[in-house]
């Protein structure tokens, strides 16, 4: 069993710690979520149009917008040497281009 002074800690060492590690670990990871959503947001009406569930594409000044987001933030990451924004951008891109393809080339 473990003693009462075991329990004992600093709290001044636990607020540091949420003030300088889990902002900054929020902050990258909200970043990220950031491109994995703007990527999802054309997939859903792609996808549906290459199941035949509708003739409807994603309107084009939707795609520009996200895209735009989306280069902005590769050149970003591009910028600061940010490998996993890098790969999931371009990753992204080539998932959504070739998604494009197989609809426009059908």
Known sequence: ???NKDWNFNLELVKNFFNEKLSHISAEALGWIAVLVLHAATVPSLLAVMA???DRLPGV???LLVW????LMFVKAAVQKDILNLVT???GFIVQAAMM???FFK
């Open 101 to 103: 393809a197989l609809i």
């Open 61 to 63: 000044d939707l795609v």
């Open 89 to 91: 951008i371009g990753f």
């Open 68 to 71: 735009t987001g989306l280069a």
């Open 52 to 54: 035949g569930l509708t």
């Open 1 to 3: 069993m473990l003693e």
